[in-house]
């Protein structure tokens, strides 16, 4: 009977629009009360014959030929952000209808936002457009620091201060940090760029010492007013090159609008943003609404995959260092790269670089710090082993980066010489490990006691 049905549809839909096997069907209606004219809602339907069944293909918004106004017939499509239910495509120029999921019909115009009047249609043609899913707001967990003693970074900017990390944003367990990778040679290089400046030696020296990712959060933390558009801005900055355009989108239309909601489809239309970009907005609105403050996890882990929000354990210091410290770089460098680096730094100033009482001179502390493990590393596990001359090489190169995977590495073969049934070996693996944490800053992951994951960022313990 069903296949009989679906004959006879076809047909009277062959004979009625020849082979085009097309039909626009009234699903609604809207009243312009501004411009005083009824408008209708079309919905063009189309047959298949190879299935034998009836398609949606897309909306339109007509202007009968009545009432002394000519026809007109403008494409609409379902509003990206989810916040509306269409967007109607615009004839002038700077201006953008809009028809709301309870039937308001407004245009958005450069300088203002105009109601034109109400719409009723078909509830079961609107429930083919529903709102993106959004994911329930995360979990969160305040981050804690082990400071150091006459340390503590100063929180600058309230409105960035206070970060949280969704539960599920690592798996548990303990990450090594970007040990800070700093020398006589790029100081001079830093001191002599800078020109006296002491602000801009220190921001020189976040993006030498650390890396392009750490300095970028940190000139982020500079500009942002407030968590959501510095999640917005970290995003852009973390976001690989092919996918910026999302992030970046987001955040014009943030410091435009705030949290006018509302003028977001507006603003990522005329940008043709990716629909990443919308679900980013509807996530941080969601996240508000919701009573939560959001920020670049929340964000991040609510509106885009894995496979390009994939947040790194290891920059998770650097970013909250960046929001605790408001992005001055001085107060940025000691937090993320602990007392001892800004100590030799200060004496760049009063001593000079390369001297007996300036900065990385002879038998500095952060040389010495090093050595002292290099010592330590290779009574525990042999000057010839692979994770030892892996991290001798990672600190010629002077690579931040490769300095946290030669840490990860060590870091592993100590936990098992410290498991070791031989006591000498135990100790000495003991000893190794503090002599690394005294240089390494880490990030670890683990349940608390009522059973949910925390987060604690342990800074260097510096010698």
């Known amino acids: 009977m069903e296949g009989v049905m679906r004959i006879l549809i076809g047909l009277c839909c062959c004979l009625t629009l020849g082979t085009a096997n097309a039909l626009d069907v009234k699903v609604g209606e809207c009243i312009d009360q501004v411009h005083q004219q009824n408008l209708d809602i079309v919905e063009t339907r189309w047959f298949n014959p190879a299935v034998g069944r009836i398609t949606p293909v ?25 916040i ?41 043609w609107a429930q083919q457009f ?58 001079r290089a830093c001191y002599t760029r800078a020109g006296g400046d002491e602000s801009a030696f220190y921001s020189c020296v976040a993006g030498s010492a650390f890396g392009p990712r750490e300095k970028a959060a940190m000139e982020c933390a500079q500009n942002a007013k407030d968590r959501i558009e510095l999640g917005m801005c970290i995003l852009n ?35 043709n943003a990716p629909p990443e970009a ?41 970013l909250e260092c960046a929001a605790t410290t408001g992005g001055e770089p001085e107060l940025f460098v000691a937090c993320a790269g602990g007392g001892l680096l800004a100590r030799e730094l200060d004496k760049c100033f009063s001593g000079g670089i390369g001297t007996t ?11 010495l710090a090093y050595n002292q493990i290099e010592s330590q590393l290779s009574n525990v596990l042999g000057a010839n082993s692979v994770a030892f001359l892996a991290w001798q090489a990672a600190r010629l190169s002077m690579d931040p980066y490769k300095m946290a995977e030669a840490t990860r590495n060590v870091n592993r073969e100590i936990n098992k010489a410290i498991s070791n049934t031989d006591n000498a070996i135990a100790t000495a693996g003991r000893q190794a490990a503090d002599a690394v944490a005294k240089a390494t800053p880490d990030v670890t992951i683990r349940k608390s006691s009522n059973g949910l994951p925390s987060v604690t960022i342990r800074k260097p313990k510096w010698l």
């Open 58 to 82: 897309f909306s339109k918004l007509i202007r009968p030929n009545l009432s002394g106004h000519s026809y007109a017939a403008y494409d609409m499509r379902p509003d990206p952000t989810g």
């Open 84 to 124: 509306n239910l269409m967007q109607v495509r615009s004839a002038v120029p700077g201006v953008q209808f809009w028809i709301q999921r309870n039937g308001i019909l407004f245009a958005v115009e450069p300088t203002r936002v105009v109601p034109l009047g109400q719409c009723q249609f078909d509830q079961i």
């Open 130 to 187: 529903p709102a993106p899913f959004m994911p329930t707001p995360q979990t969160v967990i305040q981050v804690s620091f082990y400071p150091i003693s006459g340390q503590a970074p100063q929180i600058i900017n309230n409105q960035l201060a206070g970060n949280a990390i969704p539960t599920n944003a690592f798996s548990e367990g303990t990450y090594a940090g970007v040990p800070p990778m700093f020398d006589e040679q790029k100081a």
């Open 237 to 271: 900055d973390q976001l690989g090159s092919g996918s910026k355009k999302i992030a970046q989108d987001a955040a014009n239309c943030y410091a435009q609008y705030g949290q006018q909601w509302n003028a977001y489809p507006q603003c990522l239309a005329m940008k």
């Open 278 to 318: 919308a679900r980013l907005i509807n996530c941080a609105r969601t996240q508000t609404m919701s009573g939560q403050t959001p920020n670049y996890w929340t964000m991040g882990l609510c509106a885009l995959p894995k496979s390009l929000f994939n947040p790194n354990p290891e920059l998770t210091i650097a």
């Open 357 to 367: 009482n300036g900065c990385f001179g002879p038998n500095n502390s952060i040389t």
